[in-house]
């Protein structure tokens, strides 16, 4: 890889398209998701208003089955027993028995008031009788209490109920049914409106909304039907009664409507001809509470309106027995943390991700090792090429008897050999690490004495010391001398050997001459330290100091010989023997490596 360059920049663009890649796909996934997510809560809340509103019309089911089987003649507070309802209105003669009425002597508790339009518009109250039918209700059937508590009642009804405009809101005994299915297809057909679909929503979002459109009109058809049918109960009123026949009497079904704030079941009836208005004024607030009450589980936050045709409000979620409906508020929906699809998406980023790091990290390695590569062979190129050089040209001198002084020849001679030497410890440096790099130290460990180990290497150090014109000083203590130590024999000398031969490269032009070689004891481990007084290592260099191959061709031509690989092979030795070697921080005056070597316990 000659170009790094290029090749960051083709792996950055790599990168860089598989990522954007991704992260359409994933914003993709995710707003699928979020929309499926989305479609399952409206479907649990249309299930619990679904739930909810018939939980509220089986409520309200019997009290509107009942005051719609309830007979017409009870909304009078004493009826005579024998004689018909159109001869009710005249005077009573002696010795009729007076029937009372229900009414009077039991009221719901759901109802504040029954009330009947007579044909005259009086509006009266069979709670609240009057004249001797009064003083006859509180011989033994009522308490005066009741009578003026209801009487209260019946005064505030009159001011918000006037017979002709609730008149309008009934419908007649013929087209009551006509007008009721008039109403149903209506709401079914405002049911199918009430949600558009768009054509740019999603394939499965389109069918969860046509399914929830199908169930909410079955739903409401459904319980239309019922409250249709419980309103159309048969009413077979005038069998007790002999004078009265059935075709005389027309009874409508109860019908439920607002009157300013007040919810009334409201019904025409006509006997002989005479038309009343019969009905009960509804305790909308005692309702309210009880049907709230009665769906608290599935919708806490909910409220019950009046409903007159608002568009804000879906008509399917008005009650089917009272013109009310039904606001759901917010429902909570338990989360169940990540859904799956999320959770393969984290797993396939980190996949990705690792991948990509995989990469850039195995990149970085084959780039990082062509460059050190290429700085080796320069490096080597140009220290191979002084020696070989001054090897040629002393070689040809000497054969051709160019030197016929004896001194001068013996001083070609001792350059030829330090040259020598020189590409010896080149070669035995780069083929150990060259080994140690496939694993195989090729060295023992062995116990020895310190004073062994130094002894044995300190002549050859000192003779690499001569010929730089530098001094070896070995600083060793009697103590430390008799320490055993753990190590591999060659790894140690030629650790120290590097050492000792940086010190001779780097600080030849110091004014101390002196490289010191002392040794401290550090518990289960002995330093060997190896310092020289030359103009020591800046942090640039300190950083990049044991990378092997660190020197390219330029520096080994500007600085002292060497291919940077000594320093970087001595800590690999070092390591491999259980101990380490590091360069000393803080020291001033020169560079001072500290070798860490085990002792025998």
Not at 563 to 575: E, I, T
């Amino acid at each position: 890889m000659n170009r790094p360059l290029v090749t960051w920049i083709v792996f950055g663009l790599c990168l860089v398209l598989l990522l954007g890649a991704m992260g359409w796909v994933t914003a993709t996934i995710l707003r699928l998701d979020q929309e499926s997510a989305g479609a399952r809560q409206r479907a649990v809340l249309e299930e619990n208003i679904r739930l909810a509103l018939w939980r509220m019309d089986s409520s309200m089911a019997p009290l509107i089955g009942r005051e719609n089987a309830r007979p017409y003649y009870e909304y009078h507070a004493f009826y005579p027993a024998e004689r018909a309802y159109t001869r009710m209105l005249a005077q009573i003669q002696p010795g009729e028995v007076m029937v009372p009425s229900p009414l009077l002597t039991d009221r719901p508790p759901e109802i504040l008031l029954h009330f009947q339009y007579q044909p005259g518009g009086v509006l009266s109250s069979p709670q609240v009788p009057t004249g001797n039918k009064r003083d006859l209700a509180e011989s033994g059937y009522t308490t005066h209490e009741k009578i003026k508590g209801a009487g209260q009642r019946l005064s505030r009804l009159r001011k918000v109920l006037e017979q002709n405009q609730l008149a309008v809101l009934l419908p007649d005994n013929n087209d009551k049914n006509n007008q009721k299915a008039a109403s149903l297809l209506q709401l079914a057909q405002a049911n199918n409106e009430q949600v558009k679909v768009q054509p740019n929503q999603g394939v499965q979002w389109r069918r969860d909304v046509q399914s929830q459109q199908a169930m909410n009109t079955m739903e409401w058809n459904v319980r239309s039907k019922k409250a249709r049918q419980m309103a159309t109960l048969s009413n077979v009123f005038g069998a007790s009664l002999p004078n009265i026949s059935k075709n005389d009497v027309a009874v409508a079904p109860l019908e439920a409507v607002w009157m300013g704030e007040a919810l009334v079941l409201a019904r025409r009836v006509t006997v002989g001809g005479m038309e009343f208005i019969q009905g009960c004024w509804l305790d909308w607030p005692a309702i309210q509470t009880g049907l709230l009450d009665d769906i608290q589980d599935l919708l806490p936050e909910a409220r019950i309106v009046p409903f007159a045709g608002q568009k804000e409000i879906k008509p399917t979620r008005r009650l089917a027995s009272l013109p009310v409906a039904l606001l759901p508020g917010t429902v909570k929906t338990l989360t169940a943390g990540l859904s799956p699809i999320q959770i393969s998406l984290l797993v396939a980023w980190g996949c990705v991700l690792l991948a990509a790091l995989a990469v850039f990290v195995l990149l970085r390695g084959v780039v990082a090792l062509s460059e050190r590569r290429g700085s080796f062979v320069s490096a080597v190129t140009h220290e191979l090429r002084t020696p070989l050089t001054t090897f040629r040209m002393y070689t040809e001198m000497l054969e051709g008897g160019m030197v016929p002084d004896e001194k001068k020849r013996q001083r070609y001679l001792v350059t030829l050999r330090t040259e020598a030497e020189r590409l010896d410890h080149l070669v035995k440096n780069v083929l150990a690490y060259a080994r140690l790099e496939k694993h195989r130290p090729g060295g023992r460990i062995e116990s020895v004495k310190t004073r062994d180990l130094l002894d044995r290497i300190q002549n050859q150090l000192s003779d690499r010391a001569g010929q730089a014109d530098m001094q070896l000083v070995l600083e060793l203590d009697d103590a430390i001398a008799g320490t055993t130590l753990r190590v591999d024999r060659a790894a140690s000398e030629r650790i120290l050997f590097n050492l000792v031969d940086n010190a001779c490269k780097y600080a030849i032009d110091a004014e101390d001459n002196r490289i010191h070689i002392q040794a401290e004891n550090r518990g289960d481990m002995l330093a060997l330290k190896v310092r020289d007084h030359g103009a020591g290592i800046n942090p640039d260099q300190a950083r990049r100091l044991f990378k092997p191959f660190s020197k390219s061709a330029k520096e080994a031509a500007e600085s002292a010989p060497g291919v940077g690989l000594g320093l970087a092979l001595s800590r690999r030795l070092a390591r491999g023997m259980g101990g380490d070697l590091v360069l000393e921080e803080g020291t001033s005056g020169g560079a001072c490596f500290i070798l860490t070597v085990p002792v025998k316990t």
